[in-house]
């Protein structure tokens, strides 16, 4: 399983790194023969896509190294501190987006070689496509905060490539309006993902509690095995893909050590039936 978990996460890191380049060398040629302004939002986007999945190659990496005598929980922090430098860098993509945008609304220009920036954009969008169903395939599998954040990424950059597809058809109509106001709109739209992706990082790093319909359902597999009386001051919160859960578990005073024991592994094995990677301690309080 973990290694079937370590080759998954690698496979989809290169090809995000792969998908990014072909993304942007596409774009690079659209911008230059177009001129469009909402292309430029969208080449840009994928720089940044790029810096950000080359961040996620590295710390994905990093976070796969076993627990040592100076990291008891492992390194999966490594995948947080990726998330959080890959929200700085989208957000500084939009604010270049946003004022070059708004520069071209101001003073609007004639769009040409139209066609071939709409080849671009559809074959963007259909490659960016695959690569979000290879991450999302990964994600359901490894629960990757760094390739969730990727996934964000390249959600965002379908979002953008449409919206890019969209200025150049209006532009072939003659409204060149549309092609900074599209990317004003695509900028907004990247802001508000790295502001997501940035608090989603944030509270991994300051161990932020599980959700709370996680930590009712912990409770509940906990709450139905047998033998157990009760559950409190339960601690939970996460490191890269795995979750961290600590709490007393209740069980009758009378028992002896190995039948508590039993059910402790009991509670353990239902815990990771639905959690394969948490890691868990168990503190029997006699009652």
């Known amino acids: 399983m973990a290694l079937n978990r370590e080759r998954l996460l690698k496979l989809t890191t290169i090809a995000s790194v792969l998908t990014g380049v072909t993304l942007l060398l596409c774009k690079v040629f659209a911008w230059q023969a177009t001129d469009s302004v909402s292309i430029l939002a969208s080449l840009v986007d994928s720089l940044m896509d790029i810096s950000a999945s080359i961040i996620t190659l590295f710390a994905v990496r990093i976070s796969l190294k076993p627990a040592d005598h100076n990291h008891s929980f492992g390194h999966g922090k490594a995948e947080a501190l990726a998330g959080l430098g890959q929200s700085l860098f989208i957000a500084s993509s939009a604010f270049f987006l946003f004022v070059h945008a708004i520069d071209r609304f101001r003073s609007p220009q004639d769009l040409v070689a139209i066609d071939w920036g709409v080849a671009t954009m559809v074959f963007s969008i259909i490659i960016t496509a695959l690569l979000t169903t290879l991450q ?53 739209y990247i802001l508000y993902s790295a502001a997501q992706i940035f608090m989603e990082s944030v509270h991994q790093l300051m161990d932020h509690e599980l959700p709370e319909e996680e930590r009712t359902l912990i409770e509940e597999i906990v709450l139905a095995q047998p033998d157990v009386l009760g559950i409190h001051d339960l601690r939970t919160w996460q490191t890269g893909s795995k979750k961290i859960m600590q709490f007393h578990l209740e069980l009758n005073r009378d028992i002896s050590l190995v039948a508590a024991h039993n059910i402790i592994e009991n509670v353990e094995r239902a815990i990771l039936n639905t959690e394969p990677d948490a890691d868990i301690t168990i503190h029997p309080d006699p009652v």
Do not use: C, W
Not at 165 to 179: E, I, P, R, T, Y
């Open 136 to 188: 999302r395939y990964t994600i359901s599998q490894t629960n990757s905060p760094a390739i969730k954040a990727d996934y964000a990424h390249y959600l965002t950059d379908i979002v953008t490539n449409s919206g890019t597809l969209l200025a150049l058809v209006f532009a072939a109509f003659g409204a060149n309006l549309a092609d900074p106001i599209i990317a004003i709109m695509i900028s907004i």
